[in-house]
Nanobody, 114 residues
């Protein structure tokens, strides 16, 4: 599975960005992760294709929304009320099962200025 992430950029605190991840085909689930400088990669959000149960890290609940577009094989991450601590490289991932993510995109940089 090929994953192409886009939509990152520089935004002021309180602003919004929408990340997109186009997949070459659909799998069981899609997710977003992020990695800040000097920190380990962390889970942000995940969803099955077509909706259903979604999962979010506590740090982004109420601010970020993951959604999928089956017709475009694309998953989105709408990020609102951004904070400087959201600054990281964001990666999309695809999983063939609910247990793990098997494929990873190249990452897109999100920088939130204070």
């Amino acid at each position: 599975v090929q994953l192409q992430a886009s939509g990152g950029g520089l935004v002021q605190a309180g602003g919004s960005l929408r990340l997109s991840c186009a997949a070459s085909r659909r799998t069981f689930s899609m997710g977003w992760f992020r990695q800040a400088p000097g920190k380990e990669r962390e889970f942000v959000a995940s969803s099955r294709w077509g909706g259903g149960t979604t999962y979010y890290a506590d740090s982004v609940k109420g601010r970020f929304t993951i959604s999928t577009d089956n017709a475009k094989n694309t998953v989105y991450l709408q990020m609102n009320s951004l904070k400087p601590e959201d600054t990281a490289v964001y990666y999309c991932a695809a999983g063939e099962t609910r247990k793990e993510f098997d494929y990873w995109g190249q990452g897109t940089q999100v920088t939130v200025s204070s």
